[in-house]
Every structure is written in C-alpha cells, then in structure tokens.
C-alpha cells in the first residue's frame, strides 16, 4: 500500500509563506485526484485543494490567489505552496489519495 508523508509545516507570522510536502512511498499522483485538507483544533477537517493526474487544480475559496500546489513527478512529491499565510490557516494539514491519508503537518501562524 502507498504510503503518504508531510513534510514543511513550521510556526510562521501573519503575511508569511510556507511550503508543505507530501511524499508518496510509490507513483501515485500521476494516478489519481489527490488533495490537501487541513483540520483545525475543534473543527471538521476541511479540503483546501485538490490537483488531478493532469494536473488541474481546484481550491476553497479562502485559499485561491494564495495556496498552489504542484508535483514533481520524478520525486513522487506534491507541494502546497502557502503564501500570506492568515492565523485562520493554523491547522494541521494532510495529503489524502485514494483514501490514504498522512501524518499530517503542523502549521501554525501567530504573531
């Protein structure tokens, strides 16, 4: 079975960036839909975007103009590339395909 790995997440101010990765043990993402959700403490988790095998990307509207993602195929690695991050985006966040989900990352953003 694949397995997912995050990676990136970090304490970070109001306005600042972050990248976030997800590893795959195995080619996946050139397979298969996957997404970034996050969940924040006492809430439900939440899809924060989405990038299919093509590589067209869908993300919640809180986060469009400031969240991208890529891959880099030859690494089994996707990327969430956070930009003017917003105390709201403080969550842990997950890579999920297929079903499998990671360990999740721990963003927080406070001043």
């Known amino acids: 079975q694949v397995q997912l790995m995050e990676s990136g997440g970090d304490f970070v101010q109001p306005g600042g960036s972050l990248r976030l990765s997800c590893e795959a043990s195995?080619?996946?993402?050139?397979?298969?839909?996957m997404n970034w959700y996050r969940q924040a403490p006492g809430k439900q988790r939440e899809m924060v975007g989405t990038?299919?095998?093509?590589?067209?990307?869908n993300y919640l509207p809180s986060a469009k103009g400031r969240f991208t993602i890529s891959r880099d195929n030859a690494k089994n690695t996707v990327y969430l590339q956070m930009n003017n991050l917003k105390p709201e985006d403080t969550a842990t966040y997950y890579c999920?395909?297929?079903?499998?989900w990671g360990q999740g990352t721990l963003v927080t953003v406070s001043s």
């Open positions: 999920n395909v297929q079903g499998i």
């Open positions: 195995r080619n996946i993402f050139s397979l298969y839909s």
């Open positions: 990038m299919t095998p093509s590589g067209s990307t």
